[in-house]
């Protein structure tokens, strides 16, 4: 399993990813779903990937290698997001089919986002259909993975005025959510912000698992939360209902 | 969708219910998913049910006929809790099957709370296969349908000691982040409470859609969590890592 969640709000981008890959709780590993295209002061890209491992892995390889080739259409060449993310869609697609694996097993999802100079910073999630939606006003963020847990706190805290720093903290506290709710989501955890128009993907966090911060910032939220609960007035019960209990 | 939950702790039990059924965005209508099985001063029970309408329905249907035309296995002559988990499933089960209704398009499962004189009281979710689990020390609660959104404040509130009255207002802090992030979720919201030992199923109450408590309690725990955030440390950024980037 996986969770990553991006945040789109004026001042940039924040992506945020676990590292935790499993094929049965036996065979966990450790790999990063989060990748960097530093294209120069032009054009910059992140990508965080979840779903089959191979299918993402290949994705990456090939997207890097397209550079490296510079083929027709690969990152250096797009003109727009929504370009990017149709190359990426189609590159999924065409890994995914290479070796006859069709079904929900071989599938793999994307978050997408960067900016291209002259156009506006944006996100994209890519399904393993390869088609796309974006982020919007309305809809700052988007998740990919186990994305339940944590979408509540998002809700929420995230609208467009929101300040990076705290798109990054509240994108911490989803993951810390989703964490403890789903054993096959966990660390390291991966943050990585991009400011509009700086062309610079920075400041990169990896936060271990004996991360000082990180460990904080799991018992700060969970002791906050319970103080939030405990000043919640009591119920009041009316028994004015008791007939329809003899329903 | 539908979402239940149901907590078992010490002092009794707490269920809660949401009432909204769909198939498809414009075939939503308001159905109770709590049923009483109010059997006197020996046996109490309370059901919750989730996943296919038809199924469900049919399914309290055959153990209230059953009770009325006192076969040799129903509620009444069930010994143990277990015993009326096995029975709610297999009952499940045959209605399920009574149409050639194979698949997950046709399944339910059940909550199912309560107590027989001479027994602690309990609570166990049946699957559509007719298995069920119990709720334990660890586990004191079990959640049937859109169980994730909720999933988080449960966690972090009950244990085996809580009150029932807490209990009660975290099952309605749960339903309130699940309506919240799934339209197919709604009110009205049932709550039951059975006090162990009482062999009375109250208080009882029903929270339609624009009750001042529900409104309040919608607001107030926004209120509380956003407060809760904003009081969180801000991230502290290290630079130290900015050589990755550049890997």
Redesign the interface.
């Known amino acids: 399993m996986t969770y990553c969640v991006a945040i789109s709000v004026n001042s940039g981008i924040v992506f945020c990813s676990d590292s935790r890959t499993n094929a049965g709780v036996d065979m966990a590993s450790v790999y990063s779903k989060m990748f960097?295209f530093?294209l120069g002061t032009e054009r910059q890209f992140v990508v965080l990937s979840a779903g089959n491992l191979a299918t993402s892995q290949a994705t990456m390889h090939q997207m890097k290698k397209d550079i490296r080739l510079n083929t027709p259409v690969n990152l250096n060449t797009v003109t727009t997001l929504n370009e990017a993310a149709d190359y990426l869609g189609e590159v999924s697609r065409a890994q995914m089919e290479r070796h006859d694996n069709s079904g929900p097993a071989f599938e793999a999802s994307f978050l997408l986002g960067g900016q291209i100079k002259g156009r506006d910073h944006g996100l994209a999630l890519i399904y393993p259909a390869g088609n796309h939606i974006r982020s919007s006003v309305g809809t700052p963020y988007l998740q990919i993975g186990e994305s339940?847990?944590g979408?509540?706190?998002l809700?929420?805290?995230i609208n467009q005025d929101t300040t990076l720093?705290?798109a990054?903290?509240?994108a911490?506290?989803s993951m810390d959510?989703t964490m403890?709710?789903n054993l096959a989501v966990g660390p390291p955890i991966e943050v990585?912000l991009y400011t509009a128009n700086s062309f610079a993907?920075?400041?990169?966090?990896?936060f271990e698992e004996d991360n000082d911060?990180l460990r904080?910032?799991k018992k700060?939220?969970?002791n906050?939360?319970?103080?939030?609960?405990n000043?919640?007035?009591?119920?009041?019960?009316?028994?004015k209902?008791?007939k329809?209990?003899?329903q």
């Open positions: 960097r530093d339940k847990y979408k509540p706190i809700d929420r805290i720093e705290t990054a903290l509240c911490l506290v959510s403890r709710s990585i993907l920075q400041p990169y966090h990896r911060f904080d910032l700060a939220w969970d906050r939360l319970k103080e939030a609960f000043q919640l007035s009591p119920m009041t019960w009316t028994y209902d008791k329809v209990i003899n």
